[in-house]
């Protein structure tokens, strides 16, 4: 059974250029991780956005004495977004304790 390198090699003249050079030089995932990081924090802050609007419009409009759970929810989702924005600081720091 021959290695796939060899076969993808004897049919280099039938490749495409552009897959030739992807199988030659194959791309780097070294910032995969903080991609896939920072754009599932724009998705939770874009989400948890809506979320408290939809809240905030419900203690607003249900009852004056609503807006004390309102100023609460409107508190934790401005610590959560202060947490989520030092997230490349604490994963660096979680790096740093496994290796």
């Known amino acids: 059974m021959e290695p796939i390198i060899t076969t993808i090699g004897a049919l280099g003249p039938h490749l495409p250029a552009d897959l030739w050079q992807i199988v030659a030089n194959p791309p ?15 998705i939770i802050a874009v989400a948890g956005g809506f979320f408290l609007l939809i ?13 004390r759970s309102a100023g609460i929810d409107l508190a934790v ?23």
Do not use: Y
């Open 28 to 42: 780097k995932f070294d910032g995969l991780f903080k991609a896939l990081f920072d754009w599932l924090k724009n």
């Open 77 to 99: 989702f401005v610590i959560l977004l202060v947490v989520a924005n030092q997230s490349s600081s604490i994963v660096a720091w979680a790096m740093g304790l496994t290796g």
């Open 55 to 67: 809240d905030m419009a419900k203690h607003i409009f249900s009852s004056p004495r609503d807006l």
